[in-house]
């Protein structure tokens, strides 16, 4: 038989961007999509031409599409989907049970943010949401679902991969060209805390051959860090503060951050790392939310693995335990939230503040950062995650390397940054993860979801990979640009 012509367009996620991931594969009357993601960040919302990416018509991109595989939860993934039903088309939407659990918080937030954020624009509401969550279908991982029209002989395979809870690279099988595809998503590191690494599912991926790879490469430019330094980077963030009499506000990320963050305290106040006069706040109903999802899913869907023991939890019931603090209080209202920001502006006690808003774009960390608690020079607001060019967050950072330089504006909460905790493969990570397929036959590789130096920085280390010497085309693509894999 032979080839029909293929290819790959990436409608957001590329071109040095790392919000917005949303690729479709077609092949004739096949269209198949991966992921619709929203895109964030004041830089990569209005595009060279000042247009709002976010509000640009999908109609291009939708039509004719039959199904669209979801890799994750994460909103520069799925922040956009609801736009599929709303604008009348109706393909089949598959994602794993996890990922569809978290995307029902996250896209509710989303729309609650829309509506109320005056920076923001309005493109779905509630109702919008309603309808997509409607037509999700559940996949089991592993196992192929026949995708596209029908007899396209096209099937999709799900595959965890350890970047957050329910995360998964997804293998497209086109039966008819002989041609399996890779869209590895969001890659996660090897050893992850709640959805265990990448490590935890490799064996038992597929043994296709694969031909084309559409990789992220975010972080292809970060030095891999070891749990043991993630830990110390956070504690020793927390004490510093503490013993200089200030209090800890961690913006965090609403799904996974937040969560990754009350395991490590829970286990340094069993260990006595963290004395138990430090209280933890939560101010994040978001998050707290996301953790009532993982309490309904329960502990078979979380790794037995803690730090570098890969079966540190030897019952459900320790693993279900390590979402339990001690000290610990849980901020209702926006109102409290308010009221608490200005109880713990300056304080005698030791708090460490878990609050929503990984970016200080939104969020409970506002209420702290806009008023008193940043005025305390004791006080410290500690990043755990990337800082997407833009947002508040990544203005705090930047302004503080000034300050530090000016050694003016004493009167400031420190601004600190702890490094490890990104959820990505990190420089050579992703390529290991890469061999972890049968690459005997690759030949296509497209770099996607990075800006262009760690775009670039996958590539040199791919050059120096065993597999590079069969690889006829590797493209770094502009948003839009069509490669074509067989003509
Ligand atoms: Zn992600």
Redesign the pocket.
Known sequence: MSHTESSIRSYGGNGGLVTGSCHVYERGDNKIMVDMGMFQGRDEIISETGKQRNLEPISEICRGTSTVLVT?A?I??TGRLPLIFKNGFTPNIYATEETIGFMEVLLYNSADIQKKDKDQIQIYSKEDVDILLKKMKKVEPFEEVPVGNHNSKIKACFLPNG??TG?TSIVLRDGQNKENILFTG?IGRPNQLLCGGYNEYTDKYPDCRINTVVTESTCSENIPVTFEEREKNILEAILKTGDRGGNSLFPVLNFHRLQEIIEMVHHWQEDGRLPLDYKIIIDAPTGMKISEVFDDLGPNHLTARYGNDPSFYKTSESSRNRFVLKNSTVIGSHEESKLNAKNLANTQEKYIILASGGMANNGRSLNYISGEFNQNSNNSVVFTCYQVPGTKGAEMLSAEEKIKLELKKKKKAEIMWTDGNT?HATGPEINNFIERFNLNDLHNIIVTHGRNPAREAYVKDTKGRDYYKNISMMVLPVIRQRVKLYT
Do not use: L, P, Q
Request: proline content about 0%; charged content about 20%; cysteine-free.
């Open positions: 994750h994460h520069d993934h970047h957050v995360s969001d959820g």
